[in-house]
């Protein structure tokens, strides 16, 4: 079993929640639910792994607070 992070934002015109796998082009999807993100998000991995591997673009670090007085 593999693992990939998953970058979740919640679209404020739809309501839905959108994701995506850093730097991998086309690993995206949407859902009304993380539940149904996280599924939609697994199913189109699994179609992509089934062209091969991944290439990446570049690779997730992590996120960080700015402070702006």
Known sequence: MRSFTAVIERDPATGLF??????????????????ELRANLEEVVAMLLEDGEPT????????????VA
């Open 56 to 67: 990446f673009e570049g690779e997730f670090v992590g996120t960080q607070t700015v402070k």
């Open 18 to 35: 959108v994701g995506y796998i850093p730097g991998w082009p086309g690993a995206h999807s949407q859902g009304a639910t993380v539940d």
